[in-house]
């Protein structure tokens, strides 16, 4: 059973910067994508970016320009910086990856950003 644990999260003011990490308990370095998502409360959990094996990224145009997917294979941990948080941004905040065709979730890390 392979474990995905977020950690960053907290208090950040708008406009301001968090990078969060995601530290899986085996290698990643054969995990095509690792994923970050985010569910505010009452919506539903939504895609944000990626970091691809490789090298490359995937991120979502409401949050290009300002959140970065990246990974370290060596370290097998993946990170979300985020930049020029928005109030809108709060929520929990998610890293997903598939090991061996099983997709994995973290269990989260709040992110709240406040005026």
């Known amino acids: 059973q392979v474990q995905l644990v977020e950690s960053g999260g907290g208090f950040v003011q708008a406009g301001g910067s968090r990078r969060l990490s995601c530290v899986a308990s085996?290698?990643?370095?054969?995990?095509?994508?690792m994923a970050w998502y985010r569910q505010a409360p009452g919506e539903a959990r939504k895609f944000l970016a990626s970091?691809?094996?490789?090298?490359?990224?995937n991120t979502m145009d409401f949050v290009k320009g300002r959140f970065i997917a990246s990974r370290d294979d060596d370290k097998n941990t993946a990170y979300l910086q985020m930049n020029n948080l928005k109030v809108e941004d709060s929520g929990v905040y998610y890293c997903?990856?598939?090991?061996?065709?099983?997709?994995?979730w973290g269990q989260g890390t709040q992110v709240t950003v406040s005026l």
């Open positions: 970091a691809i094996r490789g090298g490359s990224t």
């Open positions: 085996e290698s990643i370095s054969g995990v095509p994508a």
């Open positions: 997903n990856a598939q090991f061996r065709g099983s997709t994995y």
